[in-house]
């Protein structure tokens, strides 16, 4: 970045919660520019929220046309295009009712609220390597202990048992657990897809048990895996759905959805930006351009994995994994000079999230620039 004054600023009044020493200034479908005007295709894509790509021109219409006629009123009153999005939601997974909100972990907070009233229960079950959000219910039943652990104590109490390991999930579960938070793809841990046949036990202990089976979709949701949410990929019925990132191309905005008979009561929960006529227009907006897209995403997904089979990689949709170990922010660093930008996840693992409408040409390029970071580091094929 050529302005050395804003650094200084940035430095000076900005809380150092981030490690970044570039800025991006405009993008455009899988590409950006940065301050120096040099090109990049984006597989981060703002970490799986541009699902749309950049500036889609039919987003970037709804919300030119909606902040004309209304920015916000709060929920006070019928918020436009409210209704029509909660319904869209309901279709396309499957479930009943939806409440919205600004981001993936108040969607969090929602589900273990919701919970809660539903079941009469306290605490929860979540998984090793899991990631939910960064507020304190988010957090508490996030695994990570470097960011989890300068907070404590958490609520609600939340035990963790190894992702992919039903029978320690049937040894925790009990009397008291509200509901099982799990994501059918773990996305922040580095892409780690668990064992066949998971997801359905994780659906049957907690129907045995009376506890809430919710699926954190927040990642791997809005046709990032070929389907509208992952979970769908295993014919399995959650109770309650987060979602947030790829709904709104970029827009602030999250939703909760559960099924029948799971639902706030008036007063229970609130939000006084959640679901404003911005967001709901530009998520409606979004849908539209998902829906044109889903079709293409197995395809590309399956260039992917022919690209990077040597590498053993975890593709689920266009959420592509590959372990590296030490070497990730070397590869990093060498990919972002040749113009692709990747993301260094958990645990040494390379996280691809490009967005939807990527081209085959840009995958191929990407591919190109991975691969030659890749054997530069000794992973040669």
């Not at 506890?211 to 014919?235: P, T």
Request: charged share 20%; proline share 5%.
């Amino acid at each position: 970045m050529q302005d050395q004054d804003f650094r200084n600023k940035d430095a000076r009044y900005y809380m150092p919660v981030f490690s970044r020493d570039m800025m991006i200034t405009r993008g455009q479908g899988s590409r950006v520019w940065d301050a120096d005007g040099k090109e990049y295709i984006d597989c981060v894509a703002g970490i799986a929220v541009c699902s749309t790509g950049h500036c889609h021109p039919d987003v970037v219409s709804a919300i030119c046309e909606q902040s004309r006629q209304l920015i916000h009123c709060s929920n006070l009153y019928y918020v436009p295009h409210q209704a029509d999005l909660a319904e869209k939601l309901s279709h396309i997974t499957g479930l009943a009712r939806v409440f919205l909100c600004n981001s993936g972990t108040e969607a969090t907070e929602g589900a273990l609220k919701l919970a809660r009233r539903v079941t009469g229960r306290r605490s929860f079950i979540a998984f090793s390597h899991g990631f939910h959000g960064r507020t304190m219910g988010g957090l508490a039943v996030t695994h990570k202990p470097g960011i989890r652990e300068p907070f404590e104590p958490l609520e609600p109490k939340c035990a963790f048992v190894e992702y992919g390991d039903s029978e320690s999930l049937r040894k925790a579960i009990n009397h008291d657990t509200a509901g099982v938070v799990v994501e059918p793809v773990q996305g922040e841990a580095g892409v780690i897809i668990p064992p066949p046949g998971f997801l359905q036990e994780v659906r049957e202990i907690c129907d045995e048990n009376g506890a809430l089976m919710i699926v954190d979709e927040v990642q791997s949701g809005m046709g990032r895996s070929g389907k509208w949410l992952a979970i769908q990929r295993s014919s399995v019925q959650p109770d309650i759905v987060t979602l947030a990132k790829g709904i709104a191309s970029g827009f602030p905005m999250g939703a909760l959805v559960a099924r029948e008979g799971i639902e706030f009561r008036k007063g229970d929960h609130g939000s006084t930006f959640g679901g404003g006529p911005l967001a709901c227009a530009a998520a409606l907006a979004t849908i539209k351009v998902i829906e044109t897209v889903l079709p293409t995403i197995p395809q590309k997904a399956e260039r992917f994995q022919e690209a990077f089979t040597a590498y053993d990689p975890r593709v689920f949709g266009l959420l592509i994994g590959i372990t590296v170990g030490e070497k990730c922010a070397a590869i990093q660093q060498q990919c972002r000079k040749n113009g692709v930008l990747i993301n260094c996840a958990a645990d040494g693992n390379i996280r691809l999230v490009p967005p939807l409408v990527i081209t085959n040409e840009e995958i191929d390029r990407a591919v190109q620039v991975i691969d030659e970071a890749l054997g530069a580091q000794g992973l040669h094929r």
